[in-house]
């Protein structure tokens, strides 16, 4: 009983840190993307009014924007914080805007295909799973105002997220020409929409505190768990003890009672074996299958032995003397063994009861084989039917 209520109380304390393990698990919540391919699409805006970093926001005068998609860009991004990222963009310079300190006087087409590699500053910042700023250098080719230069970019900027897979990116780029013959510096603004694509997470800070702590809890259960087996196996264990004394003592008495029976049973047999072979055999005359006044007398007997034993099987094989043929003795002791068995019939033994073998001369009780020379009185002896008991 004492053993029952303390593996009730563990099983309660079991249970109730197993619907707090599940309260408290591991969600997408708990992990950051370790590494990912991004794909954006969106707008850019080019700034090259020529006073580059001093009259930014002067969007009326300086900005050049297209009404239609104009940016796109694919990236790998690293579980070190680093993205390699390819970035083409288009615009054209509207007339009136001021273009490398001028007014522009007609639309210009500007051309740009540039590469950066950036660093994701939550590596440095922490982790916040849905804003994602980051800084990066690269270099392009860039054809503003027909001029094409090699650039050297710097950009800063910023990565929002709706879900794991979309979101949008806002960032700006100054771009330094590699030569200045007839070449400007300028700013490029972009803002899209990402796609996120080909994810790895791993867990935040706070997702392996969590998972430490579950781990912690994970190894308590088991403590307690093992302490419940180990009450549960020890009562189990005293359970089987007295099962298997019970089940000893059972077998004890069956095997007693069977050996008593067997005995009982064995001491019948060999009674009635012995009740069998007293009989004798049935002989019968040269020649001849028909039974005599002496051979039913002795076959009444049998009868009675049967009936009184009606589980008790037997045998009966039938032999002539060496005198004739093997087929014809085959034969004739055939016909002898059907006679004996027909007479059984008839006193109410059936066959399911008799076994029979017809063995011709083959098996004689004395030295009378073909070619010997005996008395009537030894062949006579090998004309017989012989009775044995199988089962009772």
């Known amino acids: 009983m004492k053993t029952t209520r303390l593996t009730l109380l563990v099983i309660t304390l079991l249970l109730s840190i197993k619907v707090f393990s599940q309260e408290y698990t591991i969600t997408k919540k708990d992990s950051i993307v370790k590494s990912s391919w991004i794909f954006g699409i969106g707008f850019n805006v080019v700034d090259d009014a020529g006073s580059e970093f001093t009259d930014i926001f002067n969007i009326e005068d300086n900005w050049n924007i297209v009404p239609f998609p104009s940016r796109v860009s694919i990236g790998r991004y690293f579980e070190n914080g680093l993205g390699l990222e390819a970035v083409g963009s288009y615009n054209k310079y509207k007339e009136g805007k001021t273009i490398d300190n001028s007014i522009n006087t007609e639309e210009i087409d500007y051309y740009a295909v540039d590469l950066r590699i950036s660093y994701d500053l939550n590596k440095i910042l922490g982790q916040t799973g849905f804003f994602d700023p980051y800084v990066g250098l690269g270099i392009g080719y860039t054809d503003a105002n027909n001029v094409g230069r090699g650039t050297y970019n710097a950009s800063v900027g910023f990565r929002t997220w709706f879900n794991d897979r979309i979101g949008l990116d806002f960032n700006s780029t100054g771009k330094w020409a590699m030569s200045t013959d007839n070449a400007t510096n300028h700013i490029q603004h972009a803002v899209g929409v990402v796609y996120q694509f080909g994810i790895e997470r791993e867990l935040s800070k706070k997702g392996e505190e969590k998972l430490t702590q579950l781990q912690e809890l994970e190894k308590e259960q088991e403590r307690i768990q093992d302490s419940v087996n180990s009450a549960q196996k020890a009562e189990q264990e005293a359970k089987e003890l007295a099962e298997r004394l019970r089940r000893e ?144």
Not at 276 to 283: F, H, K, Q
Not at 366 to 374: H, K, L, P, T
Request: glycine share 4%.
């Open 249 to 392: 003592e059972k077998q004890a008495k069956l095997v007693a009672n069977e050996k008593s029976k067997e005995n009982a049973e064995k001491l019948a047999k060999e009674k009635i074996a012995k009740e069998v072979a007293a009989l004798g055999n049935v002989y019968f005359d040269l020649n001849s299958s028909y039974l005599n006044k002496s051979d039913k007398s002795l076959l009444d007997k049998l009868t009675m032995i049967l009936k009184a034993n009606p589980s008790t099987v037997i045998k009966i094989t039938s032999h002539t003397d060496s005198r004739g043929s093997e087929k014809y003795n085959l034969w004739l002791s055939e016909r002898r063994v059907k006679r004996t068995v027909d007479y059984l019939n008839s006193a109410g033994i059936s066959n399911s009861r008799i076994n029979i073998e017809a063995k011709g001369e083959s098996v004689p009780t004395n030295e009378c084989s073909d070619g010997v020379v005996c008395t009537e009185e030894k062949h006579r002896f090998n004309r017989r039917c012989e009775f044995m008991l199988l089962s009772n």
